[in-house]
């Protein structure tokens, strides 16, 4: 199984960054994903990393650091649509199984 | 990317009924299947991984009396809340392992037991 943590809460202003950080330990681990997750809806994918460092998308970047159990999620030029629950998950190799934090609530404000 | 559809997207019951709902992979083929529930502003909670072709396996404190899984083809699992209570009300989102090694979530039922 997984251990994951996050914060609760962020906010940050439109236009801003925003790092949602995530620690994990795990008795297996094949990756660590984010998801995206809007009130009422299902979590949409954001990125997997697998291999340590940094990999941007966009606005979005994730980061690994497989030796010290470490995520972290980069939100630049914060639109308000980016208000959201954003969600850690684990792969654990050994059941294939998605761990998940209890996600980050991030508001974004004028 | 590879989509999974539910149904129903969200069903009113009164107490003591069954629900069934559907999750399909709709342009993949997955042996493996994923239900979670979600509460109100809570995280995604592991009920059971779906194999097709045999047993679901439950996680922890799921009553699998409860909460039937049958995943009868390699695009369609469906999980039956059987004799449905107040306290089932919840948000029901399924998942499906797809290449290469990626989940992909339906798009979630809500259930509202009166």
């Known amino acids: 199984g997984q251990n994951i943590d996050q914060p609760t809460e962020m906010t940050a202003t439109e236009g801003a960054i925003v790092q949602i950080n995530c620690t994990y330990q795990t008795s297996g681990f094949n990756g660590l994903f984010w998801y995206q997750q809007h009130a009422g809806e299902a979590p949409t994918f954001l990125s997997y990393n697998v291999l340590d460092g940094l990999e941007e998308k966009g606005r979005f970047s994730s980061f690994l650091s497989r030796s010290k159990g470490y995520s972290y999620l980069l939100l630049k030029e914060l639109q308000m649509k980016d208000s959201a629950s954003y969600l850690c998950?684990?792969?654990?190799?050994?059941?294939?199984?998605?761990?998940f934090g209890a996600g980050t609530t991030v508001t974004v404000r004028a | 990317g590879a989509v999974v559809s539910q149904h129903p997207s969200r069903v009113i019951c009164k107490s003591g009924t069954s629900v069934k709902i559907e999750c399909r992979s709709l342009d993949f083929q997955a042996t493996t299947m994923f239900w979670y529930r979600q509460f109100p502003k809570k995280s995604l909670m592991l009920m059971a991984t779906s194999n097709e072709g045999s047993k679901a396996t439950y996680e922890q404190g799921v009553e699998k009396d409860k909460f039937l899984i049958n995943h009868a083809s390699l695009t369609l699992s469906t999980l039956t809340v059987t004799s449905a209570h107040p306290e089932d009300s919840s948000f029901y989102i399924c998942s499906a392992r797809g290449p290469p090694n990626e989940q992909f979530f339906g798009p979630g039922t809500r259930l509202t037991v009166l």
């Open positions: 998950a684990g792969w654990d190799p050994n059941d294939y199984k998605l761990s």
